[in-house]
């Protein structure tokens, strides 16, 4: 089993970054792959980007490419995404997801998620 904690979302002003944070409390973190995706007020929830099990790949929706960075530290069982050049468009709740497959999961494919953390973008 894996639990995953969301944390570091906040508000922030256009232009502005933010570093959001999923820690895992399973000793196994290292064996999946990790996902972030979000979901604005009214919307489905859409992936933002994805690293594989050792941090060697990383791929993005294009809608954050360029702006947003993910990394892993396996030592300490976290993943992070890194956003830059935050525009309004970019408020949504965050979830970070873990997935079995161990590169490029499809969404169906992640197994267990975080609770989620707020992001707001102000203009």
């Known amino acids: 089993q894996v639990q995953l904690v969301d944390s570091g979302g906040g508000l922030v002003q256009v232009g502005g970054s933010l570093r959001l944070s999923c820690a895992s409390s399973g000793r196994t973190f290292s064996s999946y792959a990790m996902g972030w995706f979000r979901q604005a007020p009214g919307k489905e929830r859409e992936f933002v980007g994805g690293?594989?099990?050792?941090?060697?790949?990383?791929y993005y929706a294009d809608s954050v490419k360029g702006r947003f960075t993910i990394s892993r530290d396996n030592t300490k069982n976290t993943v992070y995404l890194q956003m830059n050049s935050l525009k309004p468009e970019d408020t949504a709740v965050y979830y970070c997801a873990a997935s079995r497959i161990l590169y490029k999961p499809r969404t169906y494919e992640y197994d267990y998620w975080g609770q989620g953390t707020q992001v707001t973008v102000s203009s």
């Open positions: 690293i594989s099990w050792n941090g060697g790949n990383t």
